[in-house]
């Protein structure tokens, strides 16, 4: 089955920087095949779209995160990457990988099916 598994949450102090990391397994197509996102949720808020990554590789943000996370993709390693700088406290949440519709669908980035456990990101001032 799919499985997307998350890492390198943890705390740092604001003006930090972390690499979430993840890794796909179990789809029939490689990872780039698939519209792929992050995704966060800190307490009560709803979730929110951080960033995706289409199959051509064009990337989209949340305004609230342009300029200072990039989103990127190994396709021989079907492993997603997040790399987060400048983190400020409000960035503090739980993290998620999540795979939209493959290639072949024009809707690939509008629903995602499959999700990771989550890892979390604490920012401390």
């Known amino acids: 089955q799919v499985m997307l598994v998350e890492s390198g949450g943890g705390s740092v102090q604001a003006g930090g920087s972390l690499r979430l990391s993840c890794a796909a397994s179990?789809?029939?197509?490689?990872?780039?095949?698939?519209?792929m996102g992050w995704f966060r949720q800190a307490p009560g808020n709803e979730r929110e779209q951080v960033a995706i990554i289409d199959v051509d590789g064009s990337t989209s943000y949340a305004d609230s995160v342009k300029g200072r996370f990039t989103l990127s993709r190994d396709n021989a390693e079907n492993t997603l990457y997040l790399q987060m700088n400048t983190l400020k406290r409000e960035d503090t949440a739980l993290y998620y990988c999540a795979r939209g519709g493959s290639q072949w669908s024009s809707e690939r980035c509008k629903a995602f099916t499959f999700w990771g456990q989550g890892t979390q990101v604490t920012v401390s001032s």
């Open positions: 179990g789809s029939v197509l490689s990872a780039s095949s698939y519209c």
